[in-house]
């Protein structure tokens, strides 16, 4: 099964009729795509009765890709709340639980910042989040070139496959060493994930200057490109049972149409979606 979806649910106002309140946005968004991405986790460990609202308003079907919190990948934006990594770690196990009894979590990504390169120490600290993880299903993110360096890239995946880690393949801008390659090599036999975060090498290149956050993924895939990938997904479903396909270009609005385009252009049709909104008065509903 392909699965594609989007990074998070509430900017992308393209699928969302008009007076759409965020608290109904993931609602809505569930008639469109089968998963998401939830990208809130990253920022803070998120209490249990917005969990329990997530599970409640998608299907029975919906799976989430769940964004590991940043203070487990080292990436450090503010105070970690937490007064040791074993707290945090447990706090975010306790949060996320109920994803998984509800039978809706497709994996946790565990995205690491380009300054986590191939060393011994890093190598052991996946060691040591994979052991934290070891119930649940965990993927694992680069953004750090050397771990796909010619010298280190049959032994990465050799890792990645011995310790049971979820590979995240990427297409992202080619920036030097705080960016990877399009690696087509699964590291799971049931689940693989593809992240999209488009191809803008200026702002990708210069998150310090302006709001980056708004143009870093500002980009939208051509028919070309996405024929290309088309190619590469048909190859990667060969290797893993499923696969979770995330657009992850917000910054334009063009998440939403791409996807739609790369739903179409693979010939799925899903099942089981949310029923839509703007269905609900029609003479056909």
């Known amino acids: 099964m392909i699965y594609i979806g989007l990074a998070g649910w509430g900017d ?3 699928i969302y ?18 998963i998401v991405e939830v990208d809130s986790t990253f920022y803070a460990v998120p209490p249990e009765n917005s969990v329990q609202k997530w599970i409640n308003d998608t299907p029975d079907t919906f799976q989430f890709v769940v964004k590991a919190y940043q203070g487990m990948t080292g990436h450090g934006r503010g105070k970690i709340p937490f007064s040791s990594r074993e707290e945090m770690f447990d706090a975010f196990k306790k949060s996320i639980h109920l994803f998984k009894e509800a039978g809706k979590l497709s994996m946790v990504l565990f995205q690491f910042p380009p300054w986590f390169d191939c060393t011994k120490s890093h190598v052991d600290y996946l060691r040591y989040c994979k052991t934290k993880m070891k119930d649940f299903p965990i993927a694992l993110e680069f953004r750090h070139q050397s771990w796909y360096y010619p010298q280190f890239i049959k032994s990465t995946l050799d890792f990645m496959k ?3 880690w979820i590979h ?3 297409d992202e801008p080619q920036a030097g060493v705080g960016s990877i390659p ?4 699964a590291t799971n036999t049931y689940k693989s994930l593809i992240r999209f975060h488009g191809r803008n090498i200026h702002g990708w290149r210069k998150p310090n200057q302006g709001d980056w956050r708004e143009v870093r993924y500002l ?3 051509n028919q070309q490109e996405l024929l290309e ?8 479903n060969k290797q893993s049972k499923d696969l979770y396909v995330i657009f992850n270009n917000n910054s334009g609005g063009d998440a939403a149409d791409n ?7 693979l010939s799925i049709e899903y099942q089981g979606l949310a029923p839509r909104q703007l269905d609900l008065f029609s003479e056909n509903s």
Do not use: T
Not at 17 to 34: C, I, R, T
Not at 182 to 185: K, R, S
Not at 259 to 265: L, P, S, T, W
């Open 162 to 164: 011995s310790e049971g």
């Open 168 to 170: 995240s393949i990427c």
């Open 182 to 185: 399009i690696i087509l090599e």
């Open 12 to 14: 992308h106002d393209a």
């Open 219 to 221: 980009y939208r895939y």
């Open 229 to 236: 990938w088309k190619k590469y997904i048909i190859e990667l």
């Open 17 to 34: 009729p008009n007076g759409s309140s965020q608290k109904d946005k993931l609602k809505e968004y569930a008639a469109h795509f089968p």
């Open 259 to 265: 996807a739609k385009q790369f739903i179409e252009m």
